[in-house]
């Protein structure tokens, strides 16, 4: 349903990243964490982490408007939502509170918890790609970003992610003479 809301948009035109973002909360998100409460320990095997970001990700660049070629953490983070598995936790965590199996107190624990391994994620290391430097360089906190509140665009997209119609971006894939401005 998500991919059929999709098709009605681009980068930078056809349905707005505002409009993307409600399907993403309304749409998206409620399909993806039906029943999640029963099936949550799947999200401890790396193989259902790496699938659920490979399904997120045609979401986030619907939300952000950014191109193909921005990595899905730097997407993450600059839209200001968490990795899919990371947000399936939060959402039974929210239901945990909901029903009373845990505290506000124990919540609030719960998600700083999440977001400490956002940021985890999103810390360069020697073992994870080099993907994202630019967005990293710009947002290095993920947590002051998450509680940010910003209106994305085409254009925005393109700044933090260093992914756009920049000399020297185009440059690398030889589209332009040189990588330097006029």
Avoid at 21 to 29: D, E, P, S
Avoid at 131 to 143: E, H, M, Y
Wanted: some cysteine.
């Amino acid at each position: 349903m998500f991919q059929r809301l999709r098709r009605m948009s681009s980068a930078n035109w056809g349905v707005s990243q505002t409009t993307a973002m409600v399907n993403y909360k309304a749409v998206f998100l409620p399909r993806i964490t039906y029943a999640a409460e029963i099936w949550i320990k799947c999200l401890e095997l790396k193989k259902s982490i790496e699938k659920l970001g490979s399904i997120q990700r045609d979401a986030l660049k619907a939300v952000t408007g950014a191109y193909n070629t921005a990595s899905t953490a730097a997407l993450q983070v600059i839209a200001g939502l968490m990795p899919l598995d990371l947000e399936i936790k939060r959402h039974c965590a929210r239901m945990d509170l909901r029903n009373g199996r845990c505290t506000p107190d124990e919540y609030d624990a719960k998600i700083n918890e999440l977001l400490d391994i956002w940021q985890d994620r999103w810390n360069p290391t020697q073992d994870t790609p080099r993907t994202g430097d630019w967005t990293r360089n710009l947002i290095p906190c993920v947590k002051t970003r998450y509680g940010l509140p910003m209106k994305m665009n085409h254009y925005i997209s393109q700044m933090l992610t260093g992914h756009g119609d920049f000399y020297g971006k185009l440059h690398s894939f030889k589209l332009s003479p040189s990588p330097n401005c006029r």
